[in-house]
C-alpha cells in the first residue's frame, strides 16, 4: 500500500509541484495518472522513490513512512520501487544483458543468480535473442522494454513508469502497454503517467487526474477527459466505485 497524506511540493521559488494531495493505492493495483503537461505528473513519480521529499505532508509505503530513508538505506526503497523513463536512460556503451545485470551486480549477486534472473525478465519482456546487442542497435520499442526488464529484475513490488510510450508508435506503445499489465498480473503495483488518451481509455483502470497539482479525479475505470472546470476530489482519496 502506497499513502500520500497531504502532500505538497514546492520547487525554488515557491515553484507548486503537487498541492496538498491525498491518496491510497494498495498494493497490486494498476492506476494512470493523468493530466496536462506541468500538472504535477512527474513530481508524485520522482517523490515516491525519494528523488524529492515533501515540503509539507508523509508518503508511506508499505505503512514505513519514506522520509525515514536517507543516504544509508536509500537503496532499500530503490528496491522496492523500479521506474522506467520516456527516454529509457540506458547505458549505450553496454549491452541489453550488461544494462540489466549492473542491478544485480550493485545487489551483489552471485554471477549465476545474475545470469538466471537477467534471462527471466529478458524473457518476460520477449527480447532473449538480442541480449548481446547495444541499446542503439534497437527499436526504440526494444529500448523501452530494455528499461523495463532493467526496472523488474531486482524484483520490485512497486513499478513507476513516467510517459512510457511517449516516443513510441501506438503499435510499439501497445506492446509495452500489454509488458506493464503482465508485471501487475504478476503482483507488482504499477502506477503509469501518461499522456496517452487511447491506451487510457481502453484500458479501463484507475485513473488518478492530475490539474495544476491537485488530483481533481480519481475513477475505478477511468477515461482520458481534462476538464478545466475541474475541482480537487474530498480528501481521503476514495474513488468511485465505478464511473
Ligand atoms: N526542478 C524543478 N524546478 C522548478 N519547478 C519545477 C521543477 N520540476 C517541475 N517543476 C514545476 O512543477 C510543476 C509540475 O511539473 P511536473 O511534475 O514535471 O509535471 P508533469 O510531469 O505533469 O508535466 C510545473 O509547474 C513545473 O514547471
Ligand atoms: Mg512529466
Redesign the pocket.
Given at each position: 500500500m502506497i499513502t500520500f497524506n497531504n502532500v505538497s511540493k514546492y520547487?525554488?521559488?515557491k515553484?507548486?509541484?503537487l498541492i496538498d494531495v491525498t491518496v491510497e493505492i494498495p498494493a497490486g493495483e494498476f492506476v494512470f495518472l493523468i493530466?496536462?503537461?506541468?500538472?504535477?505528473?512527474?513530481?508524485?513519480l520522482r517523490l515516491l522513490i525519494r528523488d524529492l521529499v515533501p515540503s509539507k505532508g508523509t508518503i508511506t509505503v508499505d505503512s514505513g513512512d519514506i522520509s525515514k530513508f536517507n543516504g544509508g538505506n536509500i537503496h532499500l526503497l530503490r528496491r522496492k520501487v523500479g521506474i522506467v523513463f520516456q527516454d529509457f536512460k540506458l547505458l549505450l556503451d553496454r549491452t541489453v544483458f550488461e544494462n540489466i545485470a549492473m542491478v544485480l551486480e550493485i545487489l551483489g549477486k552471485p554471477e549465476r543468480d545474475i545470469e538466471q534472473g537477467v534471462m527471466n525478465v529478458l524473457e518476460l519482456v520477449g527480447l532473449a535473442d538480442k541480449r548481446n546487442l547495444f541499446p542503439l542497435q534497437l527499436s526504440a520499442g526494444e529500448m523501452q522494454r530494455t528499461s523495463i526488464a532493467r526496472a523488474i529484475v531486482g524484483g520490485p513490488k512497486i513499478l513507476l513508469a513516467?510517459e512510457p510510450t511517449g516516443n513510441l508508435d501506438p503499435e510499439t506503445a501497445w506492446g509495452i502497454m500489454d509488458i506493464l499489465k503482465e508485471v501487475n498480473d504478476l503482483g507488482t503495483t504499477v502506477i503509469i503517467?501518461s499522456h496517452n488518451a487511447d491506451i487510457v481509455n481502453k484500458m479501463k483502470k484507475r485513473t488518478l487526474t492530475?490539474h495544476q497539482?491537485a488530483i481533481v479525479r480519481d475513477e475505478a475505470k477511468g477515461h482520458y477527459h481534462l476538464d478545466k472546470h475541474a475541482k480537487p476530489v474530498a480528501k481521503g482519496g476514495k474513488h468511485d466505485a465505478n464511473h
Open positions: 520547487y525554488p521559488g515553484i507548486p509541484g493530466g496536462p503537461s506541468g500538472s504535477g505528473k512527474t513530481t508524485f513516467d503517467a492530475i497539482g
